[in-house]
T-cell receptor, first 113, second 116 residues
Framework: DAKTTQPTSMDCAEGRAANLPCNHS???????VYWYRQIHSQGPQYIIH???NNETNEMASLIITEDRKSSTLILPHATLRDTAVYYC??????????????FGKGTLLTVNP | GAVVSQHPSRVICKSGTSVKIECRSL??????MFWYRQFPKQSLMLMAT?????????EQGVEKDKFLINHASLTLSTLTVTSAHPEDSSFYIC????????????FGQGTRLTVV
């Protein structure tokens, strides 16, 4: 089972920041939070990941609360091409150096003109 | 990011036949590859995890004799759907974890399988 909960859908105006929340209240101390997105009929695209500290890359920023029970993905200036399903995933260690990415239902972000 | 290529992107086959899907990591060596299945309007469901040179680990409820996985090299894994039936029609997606350094998994573009 996915260890995350996300809103089913969100809307955002083009050019505005999109803030996508995720709850992961049962996350363990060594489990990372990953974000991927999937545009219709394509494979998921990696966005960003983090453990404790906030992270930023060319695509997005990831804000993780101090207790690590929730996080927010921020797309600073959303474009129409950012319309996709966004998945927040807790990466679970499945033994040794192996891990699993278990996908939940994700958030459908619709960026409107 | 790293590139993972799947082939074919679309395939239509007759019931009872077998279909092979290839997943290649083009610019990195993949220690581990994952196979997912996605039905319409649903999320990705992990089917199996494969490590190079060893047998795949299947998720509960996934028939290992029906979905054959081979991970013969650090850049190639294959999924063969044997004796396909219409209910096997789905979007199959692979992902690969880099051998060294990287902690993220990169996904292929997916394969749309239709069994008629």
């Amino acid at each position: 089972d996915a260890k995350t909960t996300q809103p089913t859908s969100m809307d955002c105006a083009e050019g505005r920041a999109a803030n996508l929340p995720c709850n992961h209240s049962t996350i363990s101390g060594n489990e990372y939070v990953y974000w991927y997105r999937q545009i219709h009929s394509q494979g998921p695209q990696y966005i960003i990941h983090g453990l404790k500290n906030n992270e930023t890359n060319e695509m997005a920023s990831l804000i993780i609360t101090e207790d690590r029970k929730s996080s927010t993905l921020i797309l600073p200036h959303a474009t129409l091409r950012d319309t996709a399903v966004y998945y927040c995933i807790v990466r679970v260690n499945s033994g040794g150096s192996n891990y699993k990415l278990t996908f939940g239902k994700g958030t459908l972000l619709t960026v409107n003109p | 990011g790293a590139v993972v290529s799947q082939h074919p992107s679309r395939v239509i086959c007759k019931s009872g036949t077998s279909v092979k899907i290839e997943c290649r990591s083009l610019d990195f060596q993949a220690t581990t590859m994952f196979w997912y299945r996605q039905f319409p309007k649903q999320s990705l469901m992990l089917m199996a995890t494969s490590n190079e040179g060893s047998k795949a680990t299947y998720e509960q409820g996934v028939e290992k004799d029906k979905f054959l996985i081979n991970h013969a090299s650090l850049t190639l894994s294959t999924l063969t759907v044997t004796s396909a039936h219409p209910e096997d029609s789905s979007f199959y997606i692979c992902s690969a974890q880099a051998r060294t350094g990287g902690t993220e998994a990169f996904f292929g573009q997916g394969t749309r399988l239709t069994v008629v």
